[in-house]
């Protein structure tokens, strides 16, 4: 099972880098597989650590995710990195193995430390909708365009119907990536 994380890593000089990561987590095991042409790829392989937070936030993950934010953070426990703010819980990454394919890494670490703020209740069906549509708008070169918009309002009508002001601001946000990208 995949789990959504925001997962932050630091470069060589010490900047966080904040990304929405799927994560396989099973005990002290989580397997993460970012794909090898981005930021989070190369700080792994760099570093060796990472943090994957849990949050309710799903206006960080549309912020980081398609618009590259750095989010409020404050210093790992027990490695080189930060964690965010807004998390939840978060669990400490130490890399054990590299492997993957030409596409993806595929990373396979430790965890060194669980931290916790609070519990994470979930998602309900907006932030989820919001989830998916932050998704879909990182693959827009390889997806239908008319499947997009369908998509898309489909997603909206959800976030309208159940969603809070996070929500709303964040499918906003997503729903203006997916014009400026469709624009271009």
């Known amino acids: 099972m995949i789990i959504e994380t925001v997962f932050s890593t630091i470069n060589e000089m010490g900047t966080p880098n904040f990304a929405p990561m799927g994560i396989e987590w ?3 095991v989580v397997f993460v597989r970012p794909f090898r042409d981005t930021q989070t790829c190369r ?17 960080a993950y549309v912020q980081c ?7 409020e953070h404050f210093p790992a426990s027990s490695i080189p990195g930060v964690v965010m703010k807004e ?7 130490a890399v054990t193995s590299q492997g993957g394919d030409d596409r993806r890494a ?7 430390y669980k931290g916790r703020h609070r519990e994470f209740l979930g998602f309900c069906r907006a932030s989820n909708s919001v989830i998916e549509a932050a998704i879909m708008a990182t693959r827009l070169d390889f997806l239908d365009p008319k499947k997009v ?8 009508k959800i976030v309208d119907k159940t969603g809070d002001e ?4 964040a499918i906003h946000l997503v ?10």
């Open 175 to 184: 729903r203006e990536y997916i014009r400026k990208r469709e624009a271009l």
């Open 87 to 93: 998390a939840c819980t978060w669990l400490e990454l």
């Open 26 to 28: 099973n005990g002290d």
């Open 149 to 156: 918009v369908e998509h898309l309002n489909h997603y909206m």
């Open 166 to 169: 996070k929500d709303k601001q």
């Open 106 to 112: 595929e990373f396979q670490c430790r965890v060194l």
């Open 43 to 59: 700080n792994l392989y760099t570093g060796g650590y990472g943090v994957a937070s849990f949050s309710d936030n799903v206006l």
């Open 65 to 71: 995710c398609l618009y590259g934010e750095v989010l």
